[in-house]
């Protein structure tokens, strides 16, 4: 959909990191919901937001139902192909590509199954947004597989993939969000914590509750990113208090890494792209409450993983100014956090070797 989603995100991180490796590569990012109907997408669109705001409980039923129950290497979904697979060949032989990089479940699934037919002599990637793959993504025909956990990539390998196919990655992120020097963070030498409040690119949620019930010390300053919620942006802003600063929607990826960089922790709902770009900036993360389908899975494998603050005391959103001091003002917690985090980052490989070589072997299909 054309909503700003983690998957389109990943896609333009993608298209930074090879331009990067190889800036002859022609590269064009295409919504196959919306080449095939705009009307049909925006439709969609609206529904899915109504739905995850009027009826999360029943949302939440039928994504977990029907995309994260037992994968089956044999699904098919007629409803999927009666409507995409033919957009899908006339996409393709439109563009004639080299390679196409999926960075959504639906055209995985459309492509895995033009190679089942043998209708599609190309290279084609999995890029993966969350840190699971539901029921939907293709599989067995992938040739590559860009996986966001150790735990994802023995998720493939018990499913046949061979373990030379896949490169665990984390989730991609843009370039500019990859930083080797954050070490230990003293950045405000001892004066006020900085706390950034996420509700996505959509401003979702109620963020303005979590303030609305809390007396604030003065030992925290809240920057809220608001996204393209103008009426939480504008609520905030009447507060007219130095401690919360409202954040319009932000589109500069600096700008956005600049304000990681002042950051000590983060209170964040669990989208795949924005707890990977935490986890590469090394920001302490507290979870939110995700909304219903494939947030709920995210936040169960970081709260499994210890990469979410939320594991270590048992919180409760009524004292949010007391739950995040006491991390912030704990020592012990924070190297515990930080163990974690090197734990997970440790198993993960270079992004730009692994596209280097993906780049390498599509070359040596079209040659």
């Not at 669990?270 to 302490?284: A, D, R």
């Not at 009524?318 to 006491?326: A, G, I, K, M, T």
Request: glycine content about 4%; charged content about 20%; hydrophobic content about 40%.
């Amino acid at each position: 959909m054309q909503i700003p989603s983690g998957h389109h995100q990943v896609a333009d991180a993608l298209k930074a990191y090879i331009t990067q490796i190889d800036s002859s590569i022609e590269i064009k990012k295409v919504d196959i919901f919306h080449y095939t109907s705009p009307i049909a997408e925006k439709m969609v669109t609206s529904l899915y937001l109504k739905t995850i705001k009027s009826l999360p409980s029943f949302y939440s039923w039928l994504y977990k139902n029907n995309a994260c129950k037992n994968y089956s290497l044999e699904k098919r979904l007629p409803f999927y192909e009666l409507v995409f697979i033919s957009k899908m060949k006339e996409l393709i032989n439109a563009e004639k590509p080299d390679a196409i990089i999926c960075t959504h479940c639906l055209p995985s699934y459309l492509l895995n199954l033009l190679k089942t037919k043998e209708d599609l002599p190309i290279p084609i990637v999995n890029a993966y947004t969350d840190y699971f793959i539901n029921n939907v993504w293709g599989i067995r025909h992938i040739d590559y597989h860009l996986v966001p956990s150790l735990k994802v990539k023995t998720f493939l390998e018990a499913n046949g993939v061979s373990s030379k196919k896949i490169a665990v990655t984390g989730i991609p992120v843009d370039p500019l969000f990859v930083s080797r020097n954050r070490g230990n963070r003293s950045i405000n030498n001892g004066s006020l914590y900085h706390v950034l409040v996420s509700g996505g690119n959509m401003g979702v949620g109620a963020i303005e509750k979590l303030f609305a019930s809390n007396k604030l010390s003065g030992k925290i300053k809240f920057f809220v990113l608001c996204g393209k919620n103008d009426k939480l942006f504008f609520k905030l802003k009447m507060l007219n208090n130095p401690l919360i600063i409202p954040l319009p929607y932000i589109s500069s990826r600096k700008e956005m890494n600049e304000l990681y960089d002042h950051m000590d922790l983060i209170l964040t709902k669990p989208g795949g792209v924005t707890v990977s770009e935490c986890l590469i900036k090394k920001i302490p993360i507290y979870l939110l409450d995700a909304l219903p389908g494939q947030e709920e899975m995210n936040r169960d494998f970081l709260i499994e993983s210890g990469l979410s603050v939320n594991k270590l005391f048992s919180f409760n959103d009524s004292r949010l100014e007391e739950n995040l001091l006491q991390f912030l003002e704990n020592s012990r917690a924070k190297q515990l956090y930080n163990k974690n985090l090197s734990v997970y980052s440790n198993k993960l490989a270079d992004i730009n070797s692994a596209l280097n070589d993906i780049i390498l072997k599509i070359k040596s299909y079209s040659s």
